[in-house]
């Protein structure tokens, strides 16, 4: 009997040694997860279904997407933008409060964690897109207020209470040009200009930011208006800062602005964003170029795709081909910081699409989808 213990001995040190390798295992595999190279980008949402708020997820560097947190609930935050320095999140509430106006809201970014700071006036009712710049002044297009709104980020993070208001008049020729309705707010590439995108009125507006005054000043000439029923929403610059492009929401097209050294804007030329043989209903939304300024995307609802430009040396843009955006409502996409990807945020069916993209020719390749409630702005 005394053999008992010896076998005893062995399948205890065998047992030992197995549960060795597989925690070993568990770690190994667990340590090259938590390595893996990502970068989190925050979602904001339209919260009338399933969703609570801003959410977080991460994009992995072979174009994986994953890890959804709700960061913070609060009111239909469409759209994000981050602080100069990136410590603070700002958000704007497309809603009409009791006062007749949305709000925006200033938070604290930490590991896990948006912690609130304020909340303050946007100057206009459904507030849909927020700026900053490096001085920290704050600009928020009011689609429905018709004006932009000017605030400023303390250093703490705190919001000031509201500055000054520029409200847009006028209308255009298209049943959603009734009248004024901002849809975004630009800084120029110098950052000495404030660009305000009407779509309503159908103008760019031009303003300065008086650092004394702490007040919008319009600029001498005034507007730049695009074609007739275009309705312009949003808009990029060229990294050589000699063009921007205008994205028209109603009738799909782009439209390519020159900038000379005064930071005057000339329209030049316009190109269409849908194959020639879409004939079916289509509204434009988003509109980025790459940081080499070498191609420019564009996203279509209706024909729920993203279009690809190649930008030519004289700036003109000539048509690669269109990527399926994989769902319904592409309204926001962006680029990862390093160029590699591009993610579409479909609002209507809700999930949110990773494309690698070729850098040497502009394409994109399908890579991940994530389910994400309602989302409608993408920032990394």
Known sequence: MKFIPVILVILLVTGCKQNTKENKSAESMETAETSTPKIDFFVGTYTGGESKGIYKYALH???KLSNEKLMVETENPSFLAFSADKKYLLAVNEIKNEEGVGTVESYMVGKDTLKLINRSSSGGAHPCFVAVNEEGFVLTANYTGGNVGLLQLEDNGSLSDLLDVH?????????RQDGPHAHSV???PTENDVVEVDLGTNQLWFSTIDNKTKKLQPKEVKTLSMADGAGPRHMTFHPN???GYVFNELNSTITIVTIDDDENYTSETTVSTLP???TEENTGADIHISSDG?????SNR??????????DENGSLSIVGYESGRGEGPRNFSLSPN???LLVANQYTENIISFKRDVESGLLTYVDEIKVPTPVCILF
């Open 339 to 341: 160029g590699d990807f």
């Open 302 to 311: 209706g024909h729920n795709s993203i279009a690809i430009f190649k930008v």
């Open 276 to 278: 020639d043989n879409f």
């Open 186 to 188: 630009w800084l120029s």
């Open 167 to 175: 409200q847009h008049e006028g209308k255009g020729t298209h049943k």
């Open 61 to 63: 560097a072979d174009g």
């Open 294 to 298: 070498k191609f420019l995307y564009a």
């Open 241 to 243: 800062r000699s063009r």
